[in-house]
């Protein structure tokens, strides 16, 4: 089954710049291809000891920051499914 964290990310070289993330206050941080991956790894695995598998659906407020970016390819990498709502 295709797996875009595994077969799109995972090929790209880690210290190439994958994304830019503005927040709220104007700062700006750029995320490598290998940060992105160590950081959504992490919280998949966090995903996965909270009883999360394959075919569940997780439910987010988070918003469209960063954080909602690295918990989708979190969710990608374990096969669940992102939903996000609002409050």
């Known amino acids: 089954m295709p797996n875009f964290v595994r077969d799109e ?6 210290g190439t710049r994958a994304l830019v993330a503005l927040d709220a206050d104007g700062n700006r941080r750029e ?3 290998g940060e992105l ?3 959504e790894a992490g919280l998949a695995t966090r ?3 909270y009883g999360v598998h394959r075919g569940d659906v997780v439910l ?3 918003g469209n920051g960063i ?3 690295l918990l ?3 969710c990608q990498h374990v096969g669940a499914v992102l ?5």
């Open 9 to 14: 990310l995972a090929t790209r070289p880690a």
């Open 31 to 33: 995320w490598s291809f």
């Open 60 to 62: 987010s407020l988070l």
């Open 37 to 39: 991956l160590a950081f």
């Open 67 to 69: 954080d909602h970016v």
């Open 83 to 87: 939903l996000p709502c609002s409050e």
């Open 47 to 49: 995903l996965e000891r």
């Open 72 to 74: 989708l390819l979190a």
